[in-house]
């Protein structure tokens, strides 16, 4: 029913950029957020950032002053700007979004396959 494709991944030294994004499609009534976490191997899932609807977005400690999350709801699109990138941030990428098919729907969450970022020198 939706398809979540995520791009934008690949292989940085310390302190370059990268810029994810994320586009979802298929039966789509409205978005009310769109997230991206990371799993690093041996590590659990973890909320890297998030924006919602009305524009209100939030991130974890560890990427704040660094990522940056926008959203352009007519392309369905999120993206995550990622500054000053650090070898802890390597991780699978996933982009998450919490979607309903029509007004009276409930949320359904969808998440996308992945990208991986790797910071290395």
């Known amino acids: 029913q939706v398809q979540l494709v995520e791009s934008g991944g690949g292989l940085v030294q310390p302190g370059e950029s990268l810029r994810l994004s994320c586009a979802a499609s298929g039966s789509i009534f409205s978005i009310y957020a769109m997230d991206w976490y990371r799993q690093a191997p041996g590590n659990q899932r973890e909320l890297v950032a998030g924006?919602?609807?009305?524009?209100?977005?939030y991130y974890a400690d560890s990427v704040k002053g660094r990522f940056t999350i926008s959203r352009d709801n007519a392309k369905n699109t999120v993206y995550l700007q990622m500054n000053s990138l650090k070898p802890e941030d390597t991780a699978v990428y996933y982009c998450n979004a919490q979607i309903k098919h029509s007004d009276y729907d409930t949320l359904f969450a969808y998440w996308g396959q992945g990208t991986q970022v790797t910071v290395s020198s």
């Open positions: 924006i919602r609807s009305g524009g209100t977005a």
